[in-house]
């Protein structure tokens, strides 16, 4: 039970008609990638064959929602690359958050802000 047979039962489930040569792409998209990020591209492929009309999901749809949707590498790839600018960055040593203003003011006490809710 290969690949493509995992992804002619995923076409069938999602009632997605899957031309041979998009078959061969997500083959390959799930060799380098993984086979659960592969099979979920079928249905999107299919939301996007069917919104240009189409009846069959052709490599050109695999490929513009595998530049949609990332896999788990390149999720993680771009975390890397972008983790100075997250909010949430974890603090130096001296407590400072680099890329991160520090607020401008003090921040609320908790319990003054209980008082302004109530």
């Not at 590498?73 to 983790?83: G, H, I, L, N």
């Not at 997250?86 to 003054?112: I, K, Q, T």
């Amino acid at each position: 039970c290969g690949p493509s047979s995992s992804f002619s039962v995923s076409s069938q489930e999602e009632d997605v008609e899957v031309t041979e040569a998009a078959m061969n792409h997500l083959a390959q998209i799930g060799t380098s990638t993984s086979l659960r990020y592969a099979i979920s591209l079928v249905t999107a492929a299919g939301l996007v064959a069917r919104r240009r009309g189409a009846s069959e999901v052709e490599v050109a749809d695999v490929v513009k929602v595998y530049s949609l949707l990332s896999d788990v590498k390149r999720s993680a790839d771009a975390m890397t690359q972008y983790e100075q600018q997250f909010l949430y960055h974890v603090p130096d040593a001296s407590g400072a958050v680099p890329g991160v203003a520090a607020p401008a003011g003090p921040l609320p006490d908790e319990e003054e802000s209980d008082e302004a809710m109530e």
